[in-house]
């Protein structure tokens, strides 16, 4: 996927293509503007006093950086503890997602057996299936297990396969070469010694696009936590800054920099792996 | 073809996970679900069937029928709107004279990384009467609502988050505008098409699968859309930003009408079906037509 380069030395500088240049650098600017403003917001008023953020009118800058909120975070929670919750649930996420859905993409890519393409539609279908649709039983089959109040809904279940990342996984490895198996089938190699010394190493890319996917989702998620979690001393870091929302007098400065504090660590790793991330959504964009 | 019994067995263990979550996670729920919607279920007693009751309830449900009003009304507006803009963005960011497409794509992008809980602080605080969004508003003499407590301006201020999360979709609409061949452009260039006339006429069509794709993509989203009502507004003012999702987690996990959310599931389930086939149907039509 080259970026398409054309040249027109002639038009490239005339009045008409720099006004055109100057309208569109000035919208996608003015739009980018709006979208970093609540990010930015955020950042400047974890540094604000409860004063400065409702003054008005209202002024981006805080009258000093200094880190009483922050302080604050950690005496208003067990910051820590919320913390360590919330990577027990991010670390399974990512172990359970990879070995699962990279067994299953296996199994529905690299051998050949009747009906596979048709099952793996059924593993498309459940994809569209609205998580709202399940979210009734499956509390109630948890309740029934005694899981609720434990993190067993938010772990375990993660090791059966995701539909969205298995069908990431396939995608990749249905491209790869079907000599790769062949000579070491010959050489009598067994299934798994394929699958786990020459096919794995291979997919990386893809593997790391998962394992970031599923990071993001856990750390983000909400909804999970929320139902599923019924324990304040099993709180994730997201249901602990709804926790000091619903307070009566929610001190709006600190929610902001706990919020700063849960955005900065993706943030960095945006920053950093920002090929993985981009490959995983435009993957995400083809069809099967 | 001849199939080795020893890869079907192979194969068998290597999608095993699978197998078991689609059983126990997924196939057993679902059914249990619409079971369920036959019954009246308080989690506290056993289920008693009770037919089509919840079903038939629903439509003399008042909360119920502003919850799927408001749906529609995001997706009558909010869908379009966001795709418009996702879309225009796209097409703005892969214009062969723009020199920093990289850094505009990263911003457009970051909001998708941020933890709803703390997407949806901000939006509290940029949507107050005195918030962010006035301000700027004020600057051009325009004296701004109460977003959040007007029942006119908070589904808007929604719209507006929804809008903020188009990064994804512009990541999938740019690897879509990639795969249109340049030669294309340049042909309409030598025939006299200008801008518009090129967007409007290679870019849109080519780019239909993939609008698609995103569009769908987003209806699901409303239908699912609860996280962010329940934090920013409850559901309020009055039931102005009661979503369809957020009306049948209030009945399962808040008044504990295990049915009746059930039977709310898979309505939606009915609907989005629905309302998906009819977008396949309107885009292949368009298809055919060329």
């Given at each position: ?55 008005v ?83 109630l ?13 938010l ?87 709804s ?28 920053f ?17 | ?13 290597f999608i095993?996970?699978w ?51 408001n ?55 940029m ?67 200008g ?53 049948l ?42």
């Amino acid at each position: 996927m080259k970026k398409r380069k054309i040249k027109y030395d002639s038009i490239e500088y005339s009045p008409s293509v720099i006004a055109r240049k100057v309208v569109m650098y000035a919208i996608l600017t003015l739009i980018s503007v709006a979208f970093v403003a609540p990010i930015a917001f955020m950042f400047l008023g974890s540094f604000k006093m409860t004063k400065e953020l409702t003054r008005v009118p209202f002024k981006w800058m805080p009258d000093s950086f200094n880190f009483t909120n922050f302080k604050a975070v950690f005496e208003k929670i067990p910051f820590f503890l919320y913390l360590k919750n919330t990577l027990i649930i991010v670390f399974f996420n990512m172990i359970g997602s990879l070995v699962s859905n990279s067994l299953v993409a296996y199994g529905f890519s690299r051998i050949k057996w009747p009906g596979r393409d048709k099952v793996f539609i059924l593993v498309i279908v459940t994809m569209i299936l609205p998580f709202q649709i399940t979210m009734v039983p499956l509390y109630l089959m948890f309740n029934k297990w005694g899981w609720i109040g434990t993190f067993l809904p938010l772990t375990f279940t993660c090791f059966f396969g995701y539909p969205f990342y298995i069908f990431l996984i396939r995608q990749f490895l249905i491209g790869l070469p079907a000599e790769l198996s062949e000579s070491a089938k010959i050489d009598g190699a067994g299934e798994f010694r394929i699958f786990w010394q020459l096919t794995l190493p291979l997919a990386k890319p893809v593997l790391a696009t998962v394992a970031i996917f599923a990071f993001m989702k856990s750390w983000n998620d909400y909804i999970g936590p929320l139902i599923f979690l019924s324990d304040q001393k099993l709180y994730t870091l997201s249901l602990a800054a709804s926790m000091l929302k619903s307070n009566l007098d929610p001190q709006w400065t600190v929610l902001l920099a706990l919020g700063s504090m849960m955005v900065m660590p993706v943030l960095i790793l945006f920053f950093v792996l920002q090929k993985y991330f981009i490959q995983g959504v435009t993957m995400s964009g083809i069809k099967g | 073809m001849d199939y080795r019994k020893k890869d079907i067995r192979n194969a068998l263990l290597f999608i095993s996970p699978w197998i078991i979550g689609f059983l126990v996670f997924t196939l057993y729920p679902i059914l249990s679900s619409l079971y369920y919607s036959f019954c009246e279920y308080k989690v506290i007693k056993a289920p008693v069937f009770i037919g089509l009751r919840n079903y038939i309830n629903l439509f003399g449900d008042k909360s119920y029928l502003a919850a799927l009003g408001n749906t529609v009304y995001m997706l009558i507006f909010g869908v379009p709107v966001t795709t418009v803009t996702a879309v225009a963005v796209s097409i703005l960011l892969n214009n062969k004279h723009l020199h920093h497409a990289g850094i505009f794509k990263v911003v457009f992008f970051i909001p998708t990384l941020v933890p709803t809980i703390v997407a949806c602080f901000l939006w509290i605080w940029m949507f107050q009467s005195g918030g962010i969004v006035n301000t700027v508003l004020g600057y051009f003499g325009i004296s701004g609502p109460a977003w959040l407590s007007s029942i006119t301006y908070a589904k808007p201020a929604f719209i507006f988050y929804m809008i903020w999360t188009i990064g994804n979709a512009v990541i999938i609409y740019l690897a879509g505008l990639q795969d249109i061949d340049p030669n294309l452009y340049e042909a309409a260039e030598i025939d006299g098409a200008g801008f518009i006339r090129q967007t409007m006429s290679i870019t849109i069509p080519l780019l239909r699968s993939t609008i698609l794709y995103n569009m769908v993509t987003l209806i699901i989203g409303v239908f699912q859309w609860f996280a962010e009502p329940l934090i920013i507004t409850e559901g309020g003012p009055g039931n102005a930003t009661l979503f369809y999702s957020l009306y049948l987690y209030q009945n399962a996990f808040r008044f504990f009408k295990m049915g009746y959310a059930c039977a709310m599931g898979w309505v939606l389930l009915v609907i989005s079906l629905a309302i998906i086939l009819v977008l396949f149907k309107v885009f292949k039509f368009g298809e055919a037509e060329n």
